[in-house]
């Protein structure tokens, strides 16, 4: 009868007399390291799926990061429609950056800031888009 080769037998390579196989623990063997850069376009991407609609000549969300220690501290820059609640669309879209973020990269985020780089007036009900409002002579 044939005897069964071990995998190291069929990949050509031998173990030294004495030397035991080890296993190297999965938190031992390396570590992926994921760019500031995606990590900002995750957050970017979250923060427009946060919002329900953007106004239509508003620039898309921009978002920087800095990833300290597996540690991401994320800062959003967005443009959001006037009048509207603005504390509970920012508090929507720091939930919303924080679970992708996290669920995405694996990264642990304690801070979202959000900064309002500007407010769009909604035209009054029932005006025409683009139509002068208010009085003019």
Not at 9 to 37: L, M, N, Q, Y
Not at 40 to 48: C, P
Request: aromatic share 0%; proline share 9%.
């Amino acid at each position: 009868m044939a005897e069964a080769q071990s995998g190291e037998e069929r990949s050509g390579r031998t173990r030294t007399p004495g030397s035991a196989r080890t296993d190297v623990p999965p938190g031992d063997r390396g570590a992926t390291r994921i760019a500031d850069r995606v990590v900002a376009k995750i957050a970017a991407q979250a923060a427009r799926e946060a919002l329900a609609a953007l106004p239509p000549d508003a620039v898309p969300p921009h978002a920087t990061v800095v990833v300290h220690h597996g540690r991401a501290r994320v800062r959003v820059s967005l443009e959001l429609p006037y009048p509207s609640d603005i504390g509970g669309q920012c508090a929507t879209v720091r939930d919303r950056v924080a679970s992708r973020v996290h669920g995405l990269a694996g990264m642990d985020v304690p801070e979202v800031a959000v900064e309002i780089e500007r407010l769009h007036l909604a035209p009054p009900h029932g005006a025409a888009p683009g139509k002068a409002q208010g009085r003019t002579r």
